[in-house]
């Protein structure tokens, strides 16, 4: 089975701390990606990698950055954390393109922002 | 042109009873839709996907509808249960490219 975990369930954070979200995936896959979800709005890309030290900006990259120094490992660091950074913050892998686009997520940390 | 339209954004269903979720998009090179499942507490979970050259997939109680020309398709769950009240996500991409794009969820709740 495929398997996603992340660091932290919940995480509360004041405002203004650094914040880093940690990503491991445990099948060899190329492509990770950090989303956000909040409720009607749908899960918005932060960020995605399809290497390692390779990374793209998604639709909301403003206040995050990513770091991917291995394959399996994929960080999502909040460098002044605000209170509208407060959110499900969901990593996700898959394969690379022309094979599978399946995606296959972690369960996510809500994060809180005071 | 990259967007992936979804409604309803909640729908309740008797126990029993059809859900039915649509999904509208504009981008023709797109070629792989597929639906996610996303319960409480849970990352989002592939649940059935089709490419356009179907007009239909079905997999045990879920089947997508898929109408190429009107660009829109459909998740509809027949037999509702209660085991299926989760948040459900359309989404889209083309086979060259490996990201999603996804519609805002509809949050499906099935009354006992």
């Known amino acids: 089975d495929v398997k996603v975990t992340q660091s932290s369930r919940y995480l509360v954070k004041r405002t203004g701390e650094k914040v880093f979200l940690e990503c491991v995936q445990d099948m060899d896959h190329e492509n990770m990606f950090w989303y956000r979800q909040d409720p009607g709005l749908g899960l918005r890309l932060i960020y995605f990698s399809y290497d390692v030290k390779m990374k793209e900006k998604g639709d909301i990259p403003e206040g995050y950055s990513v770091s991917r120094e291995k394959k399996e490992r994929f960080s999502l660091i909040l460098e002044s954390a605000s209170t509208n950074q407060t959110s499900m913050y969901l990593c996700a892998s898959s394969l690379p393109s022309g094979s599978s686009n399946e995606q296959f997520f972690g369960p996510g940390t809500r994060l809180t922002v005071l | 042109q990259q967007q992936v339209k979804q409604s309803p954004q909640s729908l309740i269903v008797q126990k029993g009873g059809i859900s039915i979720i649509n999904c509208a998009y504009e981008n023709t090179a797109f070629d792989y839709f597929p639906w996610y499942q996303q319960f409480p507490g849970k990352g989002p979970a592939l649940l059935i996907a089709i490419r356009p050259d179907v007009s239909e997939k079905k997999e045990g109680r879920f089947t997508i509808s898929f109408n190429k020309s009107a660009k829109q398709f459909s998740l509809h769950i027949m037999d509702s249960q209660p085991g299926d009240s989760a948040t459900y996500f359309c989404?889209?991409?083309?086979?060259?490219?490996?990201?999603?794009?996804w519609g805002a969820g509809t949050k499906l709740i099935i009354k006992p």
């Open positions: 989404a889209a991409s083309t086979n060259s490219n490996y990201q999603l794009i």
